[in-house]
């Protein structure tokens, strides 16, 4: 007996496992980062602990969007993924200001980094499973066509990318470059809200049903033009729905 796995299972699979290390992740990165004094990895624990949310959003729209086509909701519920990846953009910014002011604040504070080689050895970690995190959920957002789960995905790239900035911060500071851990969690934070940013722009065109690019919609019109019997079209308009394009043409 085969059983068949769909989108959604795959999806959801890859998201509780994706929690359940981004859960390891910034409890260790927020414990040791305070036991070391090293702000960088703090921040890099609430960027872990923002992955949780936002692994949480991916579940929920992944459940939701599945869903079939009703009388409240005609054209499925595709855009549940699309409002989950606005708000995951929006919490990254909010997490990057909180990260910034931390950083700026704490780099005139007088507390000395301890226990380096442990919080350079949590950011070895981190670097290592979120780069294995990011490749197994970018193969499943591939398979799936899911937009959220590709953004989800280089969330998990950047967690990495952030841990490899802590890891020369804190390398710095030990060798007796004062400041470098916290330029390193600032750069961290910027990282962060481009990341939000981006995820919040594109996100917000398909919400407002911004039209495909046009080389698209001129391929899709040369298309409705060869067949058989169509003489002419016009008012021809075109919608993202998730991982779906809706098109209107008379």
Not at 76 to 105: N, P, Q
Not at 131 to 150: C, D, F, I, N, P
Not at 215 to 221: F, G, P, R
């Amino acid at each position: 007996m085969t059983t068949t796995v769909t989108n959604t299972q795959r999806k959801k699979r890859i998201t509780i496992i994706g929690a359940v290390v981004n859960l390891v992740l910034s409890i260790l990165k927020i414990v040791f980062g305070w036991l070391g004094q090293s702000h960088a990895l703090i921040a890099d624990g609430f960027h872990s602990l923002s992955d949780l949310i936002s692994d949480v959003l991916v579940y929920y729209a992944s459940h939701h969007s599945s869903l079939e086509a009703d009388e409240k909701h005609p054209y499925g519920h595709a855009r549940f993924e699309t409002l989950a990846t606005v708000i995951l953009g929006g919490l990254l910014i909010a997490v990057s200001g909180a990260i910034i002011w931390d950083a700026i604040a704490r780099a005139f504070s007088d507390a000395m980094l301890t226990h380096g080689w442990l919080v350079i050895g949590v950011a070895v970690l981190s670097i290592l499973s979120k780069e294995v995190l990011y490749h197994l959920t970018m193969r499943t957002a591939k398979k799936t066509k899911s937009a959220l789960l590709k953004a989800n995905a280089w969330h998990h790239r950047s967690d990495a990318i952030s841990s490899f900035v802590v890891l020369i911060g804190v390398g710095l500071q030990m060798s007796g470059y004062r400041y470098f851990d916290s330029i390193a969690a600032l750069v961290v934070g910027l990282m962060v809200a481009k990341i939000g940013y981006d995820l919040l722009q594109d996100a917000s065109k398909e919400l407002v049903d911004t039209g495909l690019d046009i080389e698209v919609v001129e391929k899709i019109s040369s298309i409705i033009l060869s067949v058989d019997g169509v003489l002419a079209q016009h008012f021809l308009r075109t919608r993202k729905m998730g991982n779906n394009a809706l098109v209107d043409v008379h």
